[in-house]
């Protein structure tokens, strides 16, 4: 059964702590997404990446986030240093690229993220 | 660029009573349009989708939605809720050369005994 694997489910840190989350996209899908879900701002785009390049990071804060694609089957967000706003959902999201704008997205659970 | 409105951010309704989940979205190109389903706890799964030709799509648990490209609107019903049917929904929407994949801000629908 094909999924989009998530680590960690849970982690609780203290503000100023480095996070880094994992994500394993379905074997063969080469585009990766990372989103952010919180009460208040809903799901935002952090950072888009196909064939391992980023092409959008824009809704990501460069100064203390980063999110890399050391190779197909993994994708990384890390924080350093976390604050107590980055309390969130994250969710990574795999699909093909042209696949991707028909809705042919597969999420994984997400990541909880508590700093405190 | 696209944008998704939707304009309940929480929907209470009794069991198998219908629903209505409102979604309208603005774009200056022809879009694509989707429903996707959050279940407590679970990542986003596409519920259903408007590419093109009829206007009315439906998914396999009884959903469905309408476009209406004179409304701007993609409103999903269903005629008979579920209990299960508990969850967040979302509709986005992307330009269709597959790119500004945008989704609105979620609609939590609550299906009460």
């Known amino acids: 059964d094909a999924r989009v694997t998530q680590t960690p489910r849970h982690k609780v840190t203290e503000m100023g702590q480095e996070v880094t989350m994992r994500c394993q996209p379905i074997l063969g899908h080469n585009t990766v997404f990372w989103y952010r879900q919180t009460m208040m701002q809903g799901l935002e785009l952090l950072a888009y990446f196909r064939n391992r390049a980023p092409l959008d990071d824009s809704g990501m804060p460069k100064d203390r986030f980063s999110a890399e694609m050391p190779d197909a089957t993994l994708a990384t967000l890390k924080i350093q240093p976390s604050e107590p706003r980055d309390s969130a959902v994250y969710f990574c999201?795999?699909?093909?690229?042209?696949?991707?704008?028909?809705?042919?997205?597969?999420f994984g659970e997400g990541s909880r993220l508590t700093v405190l | 660029a696209q944008s998704v409105t939707q304009l309940d951010s929480q929907v209470p309704v009794f069991e198998e009573a219908p629903v209505e989940l409102r979604c309208n979205y603005s774009?200056?190109?022809?879009?694509?349009l989707f429903w996707y389903v959050q279940y407590p706890n679970q990542g986003l799964q596409l519920l259903l989708k408007y590419l093109s030709g009829s206007t009315l799509v439906e998914s396999i648990n009884g959903f469905e939605a309408e476009f209406n490209k004179s409304q701007t609107s993609f409103h999903l019903r269903k005629p008979s809720v579920h209990i299960s049917d508990t969850a967040e929904y979302f509709c986005?929407?992307?330009?269709?050369?597959?790119?500004?994949?945008?989704f609105g801000p979620g609609t939590r629908l609550s299906v009460l005994p």
């Open positions: 774009s200056s190109v022809s879009v694509y």
């Open positions: 999201a795999s699909g093909l690229s042209a696949q991707v704008g028909t809705g042919e997205l597969f």
């Open positions: 986005a929407a992307s330009d269709n050369y597959g790119q500004n994949f945008v």
